[in-house]
Nanobody, 124 residues
């Protein structure tokens, strides 16, 4: 069992930066791949980024490549999403998720555990 708690969201202006954090409980955090997803009002939840259990592989959706960076610290049982050059279209609730298979996935249904989400609002 893994419990996830996101933090770090807020209201920022376009071109600002934020760092989201996701703290996990459970002894096997280091075995899980971790992902960040987001959901804007009236839209489906979409993949943002993922990182393998070791941190050696990372994946990003095209719209955030070069702006967002996913990282993890297994000793702290945490995963992070550094978001630079934020745009109004990045506005959404951001969720972290854990995938026991370890490799990382683009698909929400392949994740086993989810956090409650943190709101990111980017004003123009």
């Amino acid at each position: 069992q893994v419990q996830l708690v996101e933090s770090g969201g807020g209201l920022v202006q376009a071109r600002d930066s934020l760092r989201l954090s996701c703290a996990a409980s459970g002894r096997t955090f280091s075995n899980y791949a971790m992902g960040w997803f987001r959901q804007a009002p009236g839209k489906e939840r979409e993949f943002v980024a993922a990182i393998s259990w070791s941190g050696s592989s990372t994946y990003y959706t095209d719209s955030v490549k070069g702006r967002f960076t996913i990282s993890r610290d297994n000793a702290k049982k945490s995963v992070y999403l550094r978001m630079n050059s934020l745009k109004p279209e990045d506005t959404a609730v951001y969720y972290c998720a854990a995938d026991w298979r370890g490799g990382g996935s683009y698909y929400p249904h392949e994740y086993n555990y989810w956090g409650q989400g943190t709101q990111v609002t980017v004003s123009s």
